[in-house]
Structure formats: C-alpha cells, structure tokens
C-alpha cells in the first residue's frame, strides 16, 4: 500500500488561508475514515478534522467553522481548507485513512490509523 502524501503548506500571515491537499487515490474511493491530524512544537499530535465514510464531517472544536475538510474523486485527493489562520494553527499536518474501527467509528488517535503521511509545515505568522 503507498502512504498518503501532503503538500500545500507554507507561510502565511495571521487572517490568511492556505489548503492542504493529501494524495490518496489508493484509498479515496474506498470505505475508509479519512483524517487530518496536526502537531505544534511541545504538543500532543490532535485530530484537526475527519469524515466518515457515511459523509460525515467531525471538527475539533479549535477549527470549527474555519477549517474545511473535504474529498475530491476527480483528483483523488482529501483536502483541508484552512481560513482565517492564526498563530496558533502553527504546526506540522498529516494526512491519515484507515477502515473504521468495528464500532462503526473512525479512530481517534494517529497512531489508529492504518496508513499515515508524513506531514507538511504550516506556519502562521502575526
């Protein structure tokens, strides 16, 4: 299986906005959670946004209603939309995907799914 892979970060000022693309035609069209996750110098890794197979779209509560998550079938992609950026949204990104677990539910934590990008920088300056 090929790991995703990330691209689209950058710098940018705070107020400004940058989308994150994840390479992942292996895994677009199957039934699989997929996930952005994001880890800032001396913090836990969280998960910044998922969907479900169903559709369902889930934020943390950090970036609701300035991030977007979406999946693009033309160029096999999951993307994020980051809006209204500050400095506090400084950190590295990862794409994830995996099956969902047998309660029905995506994984929570990385290290719960199956396959992991390597990540990109994004960094929020003020």
């Known amino acids: 299986q090929v790991q995703p892979v990330e691209s689209g970060g950058g710098s940018v000022q705070a107020g400004g906005s940058l989308r994150l693309s994840c390479a992942a035609s292996e895994y677009i069209g199957r039934e699989y959670c997929m996930a952005w996750f994001r880890q800032a110098p001396g913090k836990e890794r969280e998960r910044v946004a998922r969907?479900?197979?169903?559709?369902?779209?889930q934020y943390a509560d950090s970036v609701m209603g300035r991030f977007t998550i979406s999946r693009d079938k033309d160029k096999n992609t999951l993307d994020l939309q980051m809006d209204s950026l500050n400095t506090e949204d400084t950190a590295m990104y990862y794409c994830?995907?995996?099956?969902?677990?047998?309660?029905?539910?995506?994984?929570?934590?990385?290290?719960?799914?199956?396959?992991r990008g390597q990540g990109t920088q994004v960094t929020v300056s003020s």
């Open positions: 969907i479900h197979p169903d559709g369902g779209r």
């Open positions: 994830a995907t995996s099956p969902p677990e047998k309660t029905g539910g995506c994984p929570v934590f990385f290290s719960g799914y199956r396959y």
